[in-house]
T-cell receptor, first 115, second 113 residues
Framework: AQSVTQLGSHVSVSEGALVLLRCNYSSSVPPYLFWYVQYPNQGLQLLLKYTTGATLVKGINGFEAEFKKSETSFHLTKPSAHMSDAAEYFCAVSVTIQGAQKLVFGQGTRLTINP | KAGVTQTPRYLIKTRGQQVTLSCSPISGHRSVSWYQQTPGQGLQFLFEYFSETQRNKGNFPGRFSGRQFSNSRSEMNVSTLELGDSALYLC????????????FGPGTRLTVT
């Protein structure tokens, strides 16, 4: 079964430091992978997605992620954290079960930015 | 283009009651999915509707049901509410694309007392 594992339920970095949020997936077929961000009392907003082609994907707000098939990983990075990046981040994989698609989400990583 | 809208945004109900939540997808989107989000269980898939038909269903009891109308608007209903049903209920809509990118609404915060 396809699944997503996010390593670290909480990550804390200083403002201006590198942000690295880890995501590993299991999939028997080439996956479609997503990163979503959720701010307090809001829904999920798409940061970026990998479908095919270039393995380094750039998203909104300066985030990017690299698809590494050999490591089954799709880690999210940002070179310099801003206070406004404090939120919860979800990695997801698109799966097809009996002809119907759905997104399977990781447990989420709460990112805290220290001034 | 307007985003996904959900009503109401906040709801307080008493155990044993029932509740109906509404979701209007982005114009042109025919697929609507529902998720339950809780601190303990994270994001869990409830069900998906496409062209008024339930196409996919998660592992939830029969108290959770939904439907979709011809204009793609969707409702979900929870009967005989339990304290554990307190959660943020998220609706997402999508086009029939290969990657199944979903667009989320702001959610309905349900509190059961």
């Amino acid at each position: 079964a396809q699944s997503v594992t996010q390593l670290g339920s909480h990550v804390s970095v200083s403002e201006g430091a590198l942000v690295l949020l880890r995501c590993n997936y299991s999939s028997s077929v080439p996956p479609y992978l997503f990163w979503y961000v959720q701010y307090p009392n809001q829904g999920l907003q798409l940061l970026l997605k990998y479908t095919t082609g270039a393995t380094l994907v750039k998203g909104i707000n300066g985030f990017e992620a690299e698809f590494k098939k050999s490591e089954t990983s799709f880690h999210l990075t940002k070179p310099s954290a801003h206070m406004s990046d404090a939120a919860e981040y979800f990695c997801a994989v698109s799966v097809t079960i009996q002809g119907a698609q759905k997104l399977v989400f990781g447990q989420g990583t709460r990112l805290t930015i220290n001034p | 283009k307007a985003g996904v809208t959900q009503t109401p945004r906040y709801l307080i109900k008493t155990r044993g009651q029932q509740v109906t939540l509404s979701c209007s997808p982005i114009s042109g989107h025919r697929s609507v999915s529902w998720y339950q989000q809780t601190p303990g269980q994270g994001l869990q898939f409830l069900f998906e509707y496409f062209s008024e038909t339930q196409r996919n269903k998660g592992n939830f009891p029969g108290r959770f049901s939904g439907r979709q109308f011809s204009n793609s608007r969707s409702e979900m209903n929870v009967s005989t509410l339990e304290l554990g049903d307190s959660a943020l209920y998220l609706c997402a809509s999508s086009l029939p694309t290969l990657d199944y990118e979903q667009y989320f609404g702001p959610g309905t915060r349900l509190t059961v007392t």
